[in-house]
């Protein structure tokens, strides 16, 4: 069993910065492809962001490509998402995911472990 915790979500303004954190635990983190997700109020859970269990291979949604950007560090068991620019339309609780399937996956069904969430708040 995984457990995920993120934090770094905050209130902010338009284009300011902020860097998520999600770190696992109870699982081989580095044998993982990790996601991001967000949840707007009212709206389905969306792909943000994925990343392979190598690091080797990323992939984002179009609305935050050039702005935000996944890593990992696996000797911390740590996944990031750094989010700059950041936009009104970012408003949401940000969740980090973990699946054990291989490749760049961005349908929240397949993953199987889920963080608490963060809240993303950006004003304009």
């Known amino acids: 069993q995984v457990q995920l915790v993120e934090s770094g979500g905050g209130l902010v303004q338009a284009g300011a910065s902020l860097r998520l954190s999600c770190a696992a635990s109870?699982?081989?983190?580095?044998?993982?492809?990790m996601g991001w997700f967000r949840q707007a109020p009212g709206k389905e859970r969306d792909f943000v962001s994925v990343i392979t269990s190598s690091g080797d291979r990323t992939l984002y949604t179009d609305s935050v490509k050039g702005r935000f950007t996944i890593s990992r560090d696996n000797a911390k068991n740590t996944v990031y998402l750094q989010m700059n620019s950041l936009k009104p339309e970012d408003t949401a609780v940000y969740y980090c995911?973990?699946?054990?399937?291989?490749?760049?996956?961005?349908?929240?069904?397949?993953?199987?472990?889920w963080g608490q969430g963060t809240q993303v708040t950006v004003s304009s």
């Open positions: 109870g699982g081989t983190f580095s044998s993982y492809t």
């Open positions: 995911a973990a699946t054990s399937y291989g490749g760049t996956l961005i349908s929240p069904s397949i993953y199987h472990y």
